[in-house]
């Protein structure tokens, strides 16, 4: 009796363990990728093949390197979220391709024009919510419609500007273990993410602020400061996407970065971030694109349309807020 007991108390923590692990957003989101990759498999034999899986991790990438700037963001509460980053990476793509204009020698003044510009606008956002105090949703959003509106001027809705055949070569083309240039570029992003939001004392703030904006400031922390930085980190990552884009399709239009907006929301709750603030974490957030993107190509599979697609992601948004999306997710 007493060693059946025993044995029940001793199987109770492993049986915790493995509840706490399938309830982490992380582990989730990567359960929900080998999945789907089962799936898609199933439904479309190759969906699983090497080479399509690196095309799908390119998609994931450009995806991600917008998802970095909402993450930081969120992260530092406040019911922050920035509507703007999809018509920032349309504005970056517009101001690279122009740049460039196919030029080889023209890509780094392309990048760092696109990157200065959308961040420039990113601290107008933190201002605008840090010094005017309008609600972070309603000032993104005047901002979305700003630079929509500014592109259209622009442009005359005619595509300008096109990518150099270096930059596409980056994006698109195998470099170094099969593997394209833009997936190192992701790489490296990631790890220089984890270094700020665990090893700088910008990354302390961030997450100070977003757990208790109060208690921050009592204890000195730039509030003001941080949250504009923040948004000016969004507009400018959503700039460096907006380069990564037009290198990736050829030539850029007005509205290519629209498509991204909701994503890169979905994609940090998907990985564990609270929208509450203070809690989360960039290598989850990389899981959520690509378990995202990997989605998409699942609907696309299965031949839904484009409306269809997008009541999914809305849906998915929904459901994981409901799930965990103001949970108290472990840092990663």
């Not at 989101?29 to 479309?44: F, W, Y």
């Not at 460096?240 to 239009?253: D, E, K, P, Q």
């Not at 994609?267 to 509450?276: H, K, R, W």
Request: net charge positive.
């Amino acid at each position: 009796m007493s060693d059946g007991l025993t044995s029940d108390i001793n199987a109770r923590p492993w049986q915790t363990k493995a509840l706490t692990l399938l309830r982490d957003p992380l582990t989730l989101a990567l359960l929900a990728i080998v999945v789907m990759l089962g799936i898609g498999e199933a439904l479309s034999p190759g969906f699983a093949r090497g080479d399509q899986i690196v095309r799908l991790l390119t998609v994931a990438a450009l995806l991600g390197i917008a998802a970095a700037g909402q993450n930081l963001v969120i992260l530092s509460g406040g019911a922050g979220i920035d509507l703007s980053v999809g018509a920032l990476i349309s504005f970056g793509a517009v101001v690279a391709g122009n740049v460039m204009n196919g030029a080889d020698a023209a890509i780094l003044p392309a990048i760092l024009a696109a990157i200065a510009v959308t961040f420039l606008f990113g601290c107008v956002n933190g201002i605008g919510v840090t010094v005017i105090r309008i609600p972070p949703i309603v000032m993104t959003l005047g901002m979305m419609a700003v630079v929509q509106g500014g592109l259209v001027v622009f442009s005359q809705g005619i595509p300008s500007g096109n990518a150099a055949p270096a930059l596409m070569n980056f994006i698109n083309k195998p470099m170094l273990f099969g593997l394209p240039g833009i997936l190192f570029a992701w790489l490296a992003l990631s790890i220089a993410m984890v270094i700020l939001l665990r090893r700088t004392s910008l990354g302390f703030a961030i997450y100070a602020i977003g757990a208790n904006e109060q208690a921050a400031r009592l204890v000195g922390l730039p509030v003001k400061t941080v949250r504009v930085l923040v948004f000016g980190l969004s507009g400018a990552l959503a700039g460096l996407t907006g380069v990564m884009v037009i290198g990736y399709t050829g030539n850029s239009f007005i509205s290519v970065g629209d498509q991204y907006m909701l994503p890169t929301i979905i994609a940090v709750v998907i990985g564990g971030t609270s929208l509450a603030g203070g809690s989360g974490g960039y290598v989850g957030t990389v899981a959520g694109a690509i378990a995202l993107v990997l989605l998409q190509s699942l609907l696309t599979t299965l031949h839904l349309e484009v409306w269809g697609r997008q009541l999914i992601f809305g849906a998915t948004l929904l459901v994981l807020l409901g799930m965990y999306g103001r949970q108290q997710a472990p840092r990663v």
